[in-house]
């Protein structure tokens, strides 16, 4: 059970189980983790999946399952994503709009990665509120910004290496496993992503600042659930402790 009771005010006591704040919430809840490249925001989803129990919708994974199966969207994106640029808007906004119709979403979801253009936020609100009309109750958004320095970013991606099987996210700095190369769970060698090389991480960089951080004006003007955490100096798991101190009242806003 969560730890609201007690003499601390419930702000100042984050929950210990986040079930309890999905649960309470007057409304489903759309969590959009803001950030660039490298700001962590994979490693974030992956703890509030499990601290929540609401499912993680990422759409770079999405689009690197349809490439691994070599279907027909697979085939057409396959070499914008290896170039670090940008799917179509449309594309995206489908298959976010057909994934959060799914049953495992009706009290909430994270979304990793989307929006990322100004015509996918728009597409996003307008989607969450017809969501609600069909369904009763329109989701809410939280937003949640990782705010990472440039300089780090690049440090951070080019130690970047993800389990192929299992999809676990490590870094040579801040999170090795703990043998070299080889996932913690399941022993895979681990890989280094296509889009992770430094001259794709430049570009997509460059792409994020010219397409991408504009929208956090579009959330503080249309949203005023939005919290900013400073991802660059801690570790994963001190980062995450800010977001599920702040993430209850946000909730409750
Ligand atoms: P990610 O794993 O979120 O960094 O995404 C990897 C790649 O997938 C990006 O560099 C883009 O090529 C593509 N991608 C992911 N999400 C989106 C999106 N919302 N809009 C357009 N392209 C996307």
Redesign the pocket.
Known sequence: MGAKAGPKPASAVAPLDGTDVVRDAEKAIAIILFGS?GSGKGTQSKYLVEWLGIPQI???DM?REHIRRGDAIGLAIAD??RA????SDEL?NQLVFERISEPDCSRGFILD????TLA?AEEMMRLLAERGSSAGKSPRELVIHLVVDYNVIISRMSGRRVCPKCGTLYNSVSRPPKVEGICDLDGSTLAVRD?DREEVVRQ?LAQYERQTRPLIEFFRATSDRLIEVDASREKPEAVFERIKSELPDLVRK
């Open positions: 490249p990422s759409t770079g689009l914008q994503l670090g640029s940008l799917v995206v990665g989307y929006p990322r996918q889009d997509r």
